[in-house]
């Protein structure tokens, strides 16, 4: 069933050396343009990266050589305008793409196709992998993908035949973030006592990096320093985010 699928997901490192073909890749993608697109504008592309020199270079400035290097496709997701530019110019207009919410669409419009192909490829066996760490360099990497204006890498994303798999990492419970006419807040400090208990059992008993931590202390960790501060001159300096 579906829903087993979806929940049975885990993030995969370790793949064999069976290829993906063209057609392959191009059927998982048909499907993921299936997904919902504000408006239809479809502000979304993919680069398939192929040239092992080009790979290299992507897996060195997203700083994830392993999963890069080692799986059969290795593809970045951007939220892209820049066709809609194309569009607008056949009709004697110019795109607003520096508005907060054209960006918005963007965003949103490729994340959506992004797990639509996550779905997709599951469901055919393969294994999946999101690389954030493409935000490391995001300047560096438009420049190697000939990245124009009113296009930015959002996140890569490998897959291919697992070699190895990963347990399912216990996600909050549904009452943590379903609310029921509004939001509420007072549950938080016992829910994430419950969660953080889940948490530990499952990072001290899984097959590999076993480690005691909690998830609040993980997030704590995280999220209390600024990351990737630079992406917000990035972003406005791709055109995005004017106004």
């Not at 191009?26 to 398939?48: C, G, K, N, P, R």
């Not at 963007?106 to 935000?135: H, M, P, W």
């Not at 399912?168 to 419950?194: C, F, G, M, S, W």
Request: hydrophobic share 35%.
């Amino acid at each position: 069933m579906m829903i087993d699928l979806l929940k049975s997901h885990a993030s995969v490192r370790k793949y064999t050396d069976e290829p993906v073909t063209d057609k392959q890749l191009h059927e998982l993608i048909e499907a993921a343009q299936s997904a919902a697109s504000s408006h239809f504008v479809q502000a979304y592309s993919i680069i398939d990266v192929t040239d092992t020199d080009k790979r290299d270079q992507l897996a060195e400035l997203s700083k994830n050589p392993v999963q890069i290097k080692g799986a059969a496709r290795a593809l970045v997701f951007c939220a892209d305008l820049k066709r809609l530019d194309y569009a607008a110019k056949k009709h004697g207009k110019t795109v607003e793409a520096g508005t907060t919410e054209n960006f918005m669409v963007a965003v949103i419009d490729t994340a959506l196709l992004a797990q639509n192909f996550v779905v997709a490829a599951e469901s055919k066996g393969y294994g999946i992998c999101y690389i954030g760490g493409v935000r490391n360099n995001p300047g560096p990497i438009s420049k190697l993908l000939n990245l124009p204006e009113h296009v930015i890498p959002l996140f890569g994303l490998t897959f291919g035949v697992p070699a190895q798999t990963n347990e399912v990492k216990p996600r909050l419970p549904v009452q943590a973030i379903l609310h029921t006419n509004e939001y509420e807040e007072t549950k938080y400090e016992t829910l994430l006592d419950e969660y953080d208990n889940v948490i530990r059992d499952y990072y001290a008993s899984r097959s590999t990096n076993n480690k005691s931590a909690s998830w609040t202390e993980g997030m704590a960790d995280y999220l209390s320093e600024p990351r990737r501060s630079y992406m917000l001159d990035f972003v406005k300096g791709k055109g995005f985010l004017k106004k």
